[in-house]
């Protein structure tokens, strides 16, 4: 992660130099709007003390790629809710109980890398995050996800897919998982009983790729239900 030190006050620089210290003010603006933005932008404390959710929030919600910079503790889910968007580690954190999901992805296209969580219900929803309501829309947000190289710690589930396809699982670790690794929901009625997820062939869970994962915990590495496997369509499961 890369620091800047920061600006002196206006009134501790002589008149010559002020248009100076504004044109370098004005440029270096315009590269942390490339670069991305930061919670603290958004009023975070990011000390891992201070419930930073607002904040983190309003760090999404700008629709730009996040800078996970510090160390960011939630107490409510994270809607992702623009195509394409990044969410990037930096060298912090996003620490939340077991009770709340981290980030729930609403929108298609977008990318985790490098992201460090601690705790959470789940560390990451692909997809509508109440697995048991089907989409109201006649297809499921939150397609080809990307959840790379990122590190969870202590989560009751790492990653669920919930009625979504395309994503790809790659190179993450996940350790101290209390339940479940990996979940697929969604696919063909459970052919044990058709009646308990009618119409949930609409949203299969397809070409899922999950690969060179180290995920380490109490309960079990992979989990699919409603009759889902991720390599009957066209997916595959690497780890295993």
């Not at 298609?108 to 560390?123: F, L, N, Q, S």
């Not at 479940?180 to 044990?192: E, I, Q």
């Not at 109490?218 to 780890?239: C, E, L, N, P, R």
Request: hydrophobic content about 40%; some cysteine.
């Amino acid at each position: 992660m890369v620091t800047l030190p920061p600006l002196p006050e206006m009134g501790q620089v002589p008149w010559d130099l002020r248009p100076h210290i504004l044109t370098l003010k004005s440029e270096v603006d315009q590269v942390i709007e490339r670069v991305g933005v930061s919670p603290m932008q958004f009023g975070a404390v990011g000390d891992g003390i201070a419930d930073d959710t607002l904040a983190l929030r309003g760090a999404v919600g700008s629709g730009k790629t996040v800078l996970i910079d510090n160390d960011y503790r939630i107490t409510a889910a994270i809607d992702v809710t623009t195509r394409g968007q990044i969410i990037l580690g930096a060298g912090g954190k996003v620490t939340s109980s077991l009770v709340n999901r981290i980030f729930v992805t609403l929108a298609d296209d977008v990318r985790y890398e490098g992201v460090h969580t601690v705790g959470g219900r789940t560390a990451y929803v692909l997809g509508p995050a109440n697995p048991f309501v089907l989409p109201t829309l006649p297809y499921a947000v939150g397609n080809r996800a990307s959840v790379v190289r990122c590190f969870a710690d202590g989560a009751a589930e790492f990653v669920r897919a919930n009625y979504t396809s395309g994503h790809k699982i790659s190179h993450n670790t996940a350790v101290n998982v209390e339940e479940f690794g990996v979940t697929l929901w969604g696919g063909d009625a459970n052919p044990n009983n058709p009646a308990t997820f009618p119409g949930v062939g609409n949203y299969l869970v397809r070409d899922v790729v999950i690969d060179n994962n180290t995920i380490v915990g109490k309960g079990m590495t992979y989990q699919a239900f409603a009759h889902v496997t991720a390599g009957i369509w066209g997916g595959s499961i690497a780890d295993v």
